[in-house]
């Protein structure tokens, strides 16, 4: 069989082993159901035609060892025998539809036209055809995986059949291998820059992959299996963006900058959690905590509570929880990687009450970062809580942010990372509005030799007369001065305040502190 043989052949142990796995599922689909109770959904696009030409392959292996023939069967046993459904879709492009019915001729598929919507046309297909489950072409990272495994039941309010999913953890990179090397036909949309194939309605030739001819007016574009980076898959495609992190009734606008004169005084509020053992047992300083406090403080921003967790996911899962629920946005850095002590993503997954899944996009970034060592059939680095995840890029960034609805997973390490992810992720604000950009807090700090039990009746009574300051106390040292801070966001207000302190106490009691 040319399909098997042309794998074997091969020197891509990731496309071995991608097969290997898919076509496992495929027998195992057999030998739980008949032929008659199968079916396959083509839509001639290029994960259709990988799963087509696996259906082939697996079909071949099942029935030869069924046959014990060694390999020598018959035409009629080598015909391919799954029926094939197709949905006929007025906004399907030409290239589609004329490729799908010459597929259907090579291969000799039984097809099922429908030109129903897919739920009405499915439900009607399977009251006439006694179909059980079908094999479907979805990859992770596709809106329909959500939740999804290799076997999964149909949604309720579906019709009931199994879903049947052999190249769910194919990557864009796995599916252009496996085309290339069987050389197999695909459609011609392909060669002409698409990557990814929705409706003549959202589709549009790959920007990356454009070439640039001032000799020409028109455009033209290299061949999908050209583009180096699978992330970039679908940029040919239209795209929604997410709304800005804020409680409803505060103004956003299309930079993420809120309204400085309407909410001059406007505070949201944040939780700063990091997660590592080393931490509470102080073999190394938390350097990042403070320094996010800070910078969240710069851009308007309050922080409500701080927090160090164990590396433990029930631990992060129950923090993330609680505080993703009474604050506007949680920051969490710490606990992300391959060991066993990286518990952050499978924290925050259980918070959100989702599973951890193998993320295509990200799984290509760190391809990009650590090469043959991200290889191999399933890349736990390359799990996120699946259906939440948003990734955060920008090109300054090796690895994107990981932002869970609201809350992002921050990769830095040290103090000079995290400035660099920082620095990004307000970039990325000022151009999609990830956050709101508020007026930052203003601070002034004074110092008095005075007691603090004489100190303490006059702060007390200013706390009152400024509700809107932030009024704190401390001593660097217990012999040292005491320091008294003051924070707002309004200027007038904040010298205000240290002018009814310097009233309070004592002439020359009271100075600015360096």
Not at 14 to 30: E, F
Not at 168 to 175: A, F, G, I, N, Q
Not at 283 to 291: A, F, Q, R
Not at 329 to 348: C, Q
């Amino acid at each position: 069989m040319e399909i098997d043989d042309a794998i074997r052949g091969s020197d891509d142990r990731r496309l071995k082993t991608k097969y290997n796995n898919a076509i496992y599922v495929i027998r195992r689909a057999l030998a739980l159901y008949s032929v008659e109770e199968v079916a396959l959904s083509f839509n001639g696009g290029k994960d259709s035609t990988v799963l087509l030409h696996l259906l082939r392959a697996g079909c071949f292996l099942h029935k030869r060892e069924q046959s014990h023939s060694n390999g020598v069967l018959t035409d009629h046993e080598v015909a391919f025998p799954i029926r094939t459904i197709y949905f006929e879709s007025p906004s399907a492009f030409p290239e589609i539809n004329s490729f799908t019915y010459e597929t259907a001729s090579t291969y000799g598929l039984q097809m099922d036209i429908i030109r129903l919507d897919f739920k009405c046309g499915l439900e009607s297909l399977l009251e006439s055809k006694p179909i059980r489950a079908i094999f479907l072409g979805v990859r992770i990272g596709d809106p329909t995986a959500v939740g999804q495994e290799q076997f999964s039941p149909s949604s309720p309010g579906w019709p009931p059949f199994m879903r049947v999913n052999p190249i769910l953890d194919w990557s864009y990179r796995d599916v252009w291998a496996f085309l290339l090397t069987c050389k197999v036909p695909y459609c011609s949309l392909y060669d002409q820059g698409y990557t990814s194939i929705g409706s003549v309605h959202d589709t549009v030739p790959n920007a990356l992959l454009c070439i640039n001819n001032s000799s020409s007016s028109k455009e033209k574009f290299r061949p999908a299996f050209l583009l180096s980076d699978g992330r970039l898959e679908r940029a040919g495609r239209a795209k929604k963006f997410s709304s800005p992190v804020c409680r409803s009734g505060y103004p956003a606008v299309s930079n993420g900058m809120i309204s400085a004169d309407s909410n001059k005084n406007s505070t949201l509020t944040a939780t700063v959690i990091g997660v590592g053992d080393e931490i509470l047992f102080g073999t190394v300083n938390d350097e990042l905590g403070p320094s996010l406090c800070k910078k969240l403080h710069s851009i308007g921003w309050s922080v409500s509570q701080t927090a160090v967790l164990r590396n433990d996911v029930d631990s992060v899962a129950e923090e993330v929880e609680r505080r993703k629920s009474t604050n506007d946005v949680v920051f969490i850095y710490g606990g992300v990687g391959p060991l066993h002590s990286d518990v952050t993503l499978a924290g925050v997954a259980k918070a959100f009450g989702v599973r951890l899944a193998p993320d295509e996009e990200f799984e290509e970034y760190l391809r990009h970062l650590i090469g043959d060592h991200c290889t191999g059939d399933r890349n736990e680095m390359a799990q996120l809580p699946e259906g939440i995840t948003e990734l955060l890029l920008h090109e300054k960034l090796p690895v994107p942010l990981i932002q869970c609805e609201n809350v992002f997973i921050l990769t830095a390490t040290n103090v000079t990372e995290l400035d660099n992810e920082w620095d990004c992720l307000i970039e990325l604000t000022r151009s999609s509005g990830l956050l709101v950009l508020m007026e930052p807090f203003l601070s002034k700090c004074m110092t008095t030799n005075l007691s603090d039990v004489e100190t303490a009746p006059v702060l007390s009574k200013l706390r009152f007369e400024f509700p809107d300051l932030y009024i704190g106390c401390y001593r660097k040292s217990r012999l040292a001065p005491l320091i008294i801070s003051f924070q707002g966001k309004d200027q007038t207000r904040l010298e205000l305040g240290v002018e009814a302190l310097c009233k309070k106490l004592p002439a020359g009691q009271i100075s600015e502190a360096n």
